[in-house]
């Protein structure tokens, strides 16, 4: 189970990493 939980964090991690990395290219493609 603990290593479940574990996996979901990463990956949700991951994406929210992600997300931030593309929201700032978009802020500095706009400026």
Known sequence: ????ILTEIK????IYLV???SGEQLKSLKI
């Not at 990956?11 to 991951?14: F, L, P, Q, R, T």
């Open 11 to 14: 990956e949700h991690a991951i």
């Open 1 to 4: 189970r603990s290593n479940l």
């Open 19 to 21: 997300l931030r990395e």
